[in-house]
Each structure stands twice: as structure tokens, then as C-alpha cells.
């Protein structure tokens, strides 16, 4: 941590949330990829009352967050609108999110808190993840570096 003054106990703030999150999907059973494909063949709707559940709760911390906090606790920064705005890079990857997720039943924050409780082989898509994402990096930066060399040579 940055020494912003927030100290230890600020940390075991955001271990106290990652604790809770963890035990809430694994206590919902929402860390068991057989459940989530469950909800995705439309066989059971608990997941949609977790994530409800966490929306409302998430919504509500956030507007007396915004309301009381002058920065945000993480990164120290103003509260902002979103920036960025609904577009095909949006879209697109909200397609591929939802394709993976519908072929491993695996969505990210379940899929931490499915290691923890004991599920192993769901490291395979905790690593695919990871090399999603990675590839997905890699091919930013390189759709960059073409964007820059088709503006400096004039294309």
C-alpha cells in the first residue's frame, strides 16, 4: 500500500470484503460451476436473487459512499461518472464473456471462491482467464502500435 495514511487497518477493510464476498458465493452455492450452468439453462433462478441481492446492497453502499466519502477509498480519487460509454468494444465483449462463462459455468469472482472450497480443477479456467485476458492485451497493444504507424506514415 501507498503510504496514504490508510494503514493496516484499511487493508483488513478490503480483506474483510474479499472474506465476506467469498463465503457469501460459496455460502449460496454460487461458487459450484454446476449451479451457475444450472441458472444458465434457465433450471435454476438462484443465482439471478444472489446477484440481485448483491446489486441492491452494492447500489445502495455506493450512493452513501458518494454521498459521504470525498474520494474513493481504493484509489483516492474524486467520484467521477463513467467515462467510457456503451459501445461496440461493450458489446462485443460482453459476447465473449457471456460465451466463455456459458461453456465453463465459470465466472470470475465465483470461480476464486470455488478454490476455496476445495474445487482444484477450476484452476483451468482461473488460468484460462488469465490468458484471456493476456491475449487480449496482447492484441490491443499491437492494434496500437498499427493504428500509430498507419498515422505516421500517412495511410
Known sequence: MSDDGRGPFFTGLIVAGGLLHGFGLAYSRMARPEIVLDFLQLEDFGLLFVMGGAALVTGLAIQLGTRVLETAPLTGTRYTGREKGFDRNVVVGGVIFGVGWGLSGVCPGAGYASLGIGNYRILWAVAGMF???????????????????????GD
Not at 139 to 151: D, N
Open 131 to 153: 490468458g484471456g485476458a493476456y491475449v487480449q492485451g496482447l492484441w490491443r497493444a499491437h492494434r496500437r502500435s498499427a493504428s500509430r504507424e498507419t498515422t505516421t506514415t
